[in-house]
Nanobody, 127 residues
Framework: QVQLVESGGGYVQAGGSLRLACAVSGRTFSSYKMGWFRQAPGKEREFVAVISANGGTTYYADSVKGRFTISRDNAKNTVSLQMNSLKPEDTATYYC????????????????????WGQGTQVTVSS
């Protein structure tokens, strides 16, 4: 089991940018696929982005494609989410998660695919 701690959330106007970070404990970080999800009030948690264990493959939800970029640094046990051109509909609590599976990275889009979760960081985008 690993521990995940998100940071970087905040309040931003529409069109602005934020960079989220997730620090992960444990010596096996480089073997995990890492994902970002978000949950708005009254809605289910939804997939945002996922990155393969070596960082070579990424996959995004259509709603964020071209605006968000997921990356990781295996030497520092961190995964990041750069969010540009933010919209009010991006307002949510953002969670990072770790997956230990072996399927293709692009199939890790369900919350049930992930083994460990952070506590979340709030992102609020004003119009």
């Amino acid at each position: 089991q690993v521990q995940l701690v998100e940071s970087g959330g905040g309040y931003v106007q529409a069109g602005g940018s934020l960079r989220l970070a997730c620090a992960v404990s444990g010596r096996t970080f480089s073997s995990y696929k890492m994902g970002w999800f978000r949950q708005a009030p009254g809605k289910e948690r939804e997939f945002v982005a996922v990155i393969s264990a070596n960082g070579g493959t990424t996959y995004y939800a259509d709603s964020v494609k071209g605006r968000f970029t997921i990356s990781r640094d295996n030497a520092k046990n961190t995964v990041s989410l750069q969010m540009n051109s933010l919209k009010p509909e991006d307002t949510a609590t953002y969670y990072c998660a770790a997956a230990r599976g072996t399927r293709h990275t692009s199939t890790y889009i369900s919350t049930t695919d992930y083994n460990d979760w952070g506590q979340g960081t709030q992102v609020t985008v004003s119009s």
